[in-house]
């Protein structure tokens, strides 16, 4: 059984950091694309960051220049590191895990996710 762990989230000023991570563990062959979404109250989740196995990375347009995503293939692992953070950052952030590869199926799996408040 696949499970991703959320870590990071807290409360934070505006203009500070935080760094986000999930790891995901079971007996996984392999991960395809792993991700940041958050859903703030009364609005639909909506992407933050995007990796792939090869490296390869997409951006929300409303983190641009701001956050950072990265990833461990060696421990199943995604990063997210935050800067510069707006109070318009504050929601619920969830780990993604696209086409997660074990001997009994492929298919995506979704954190429980990590509140991340920005005050102003």
């Known amino acids: 059984q696949v499970q991703l762990v959320e870590s990071g989230g807290g409360l934070v000023q505006a203009g500070g950091s935080l760094r986000l991570s999930c790891a995901a563990s079971?007996?996984?062959?392999?991960?395809?694309?792993m991700g940041w979404y958050r859903q703030a109250p009364g609005k639909q989740r909506e992407l933050v960051a995007v990796i792939t196995s090869g490296g390869n990375t997409n951006y929300g347009d409303s983190v641009k220049g701001r956050f950072t995503i990265s990833r461990d293939n060696a421990k199943n692992t995604v990063y997210l590191q935050m800067n510069s953070l707006k109070p318009e950052d504050t929601a619920v952030y969830y780990c993604?895990?696209?086409?997660?590869?074990?001997?009994?199926?492929?298919?995506?799996?979704w954190g429980r996710g990590t509140q991340v408040t920005v005050s102003s």
């Open positions: 079971g007996s996984i062959f392999r991960i395809n694309a």
């Open positions: 993604n895990a696209d086409r997660v590869a074990t001997a009994q199926a492929t298919r995506g799996y």
